[in-house]
């Protein structure tokens, strides 16, 4: 699902930044499992040090009031560069054509806030809405994946489609 995910950005990234497709099919698929490979790494690393680090900074640094203020920020510095770099990363490869990394602004920054927004919906459905004693339980949980997999897509192509429009408007293309 996330390769599949990966060729549909892939394919909005051709159409944004106005690219043909010079890459075969072989190609298109290798490159789509490697990135969907990559960014799903990046994206559970980020789950992994929002959900776990607490227990990493207990044991560092203790516990109280300073000591979780400074947990949560250090924590969602990290998540969110990984978020980054899994946009840099489709940024830069996705397309037919490399892309540069300097128009990574606005749209960026809205993605990967939509990111949050819809991982953390996700995180409370699994945790407390989804009931895995049922077969419907668990199909749909299987279904919220898939819808979470390409909002994720949407909120990333969406946020590149921003960034694309404003570096043409800056300096015509």
């Known amino acids: 699902e996330v390769s599949g995910a990966v ?103 809205l993605a990967v806030a939509s990111w949050i927004l819809i991982s953390l919906l996700f995180g409370v459905y699994l945790g407390e809405v989804a009931d895995y004693g049922s077969v419907f339980g668990n199909l749909a949980t299987v279904f919220i994946l898939t819808e979470y997999v390409y909002l994720s897509a949407l909120f990333l192509v969406t946020g590149l489609l921003i960034d694309a429009e404003t570096q043409k408007r800056s300096f015509g293309g």
């Open 7 to 109: 060729r549909v950005t892939m394919r909005a990234l051709n159409r944004i930044y106005e690219v043909e497709e010079k890459r075969d099919l072989r190609q298109q698929f290798l490159l789509s499992f490697g990135l969907a490979a990559s960014l799903t790494v990046l994206v559970l690393s980020a789950i992994v040090v929002v959900k776990f680090g607490p227990f990493l900074f207990e044991d560092v640094i203790g516990d109280g009031a300073a000591a979780e203020a400074l947990s949560v920020l250090v924590r969602w510095s990290i998540a969110i560069a990984l978020l980054f770099a899994a946009m840099a990363l489709v940024i830069r490869a996705g397309p037919s054509r490399k892309r540069p990394l300097v128009w990574v602004s606005f749209g960026a920054a």
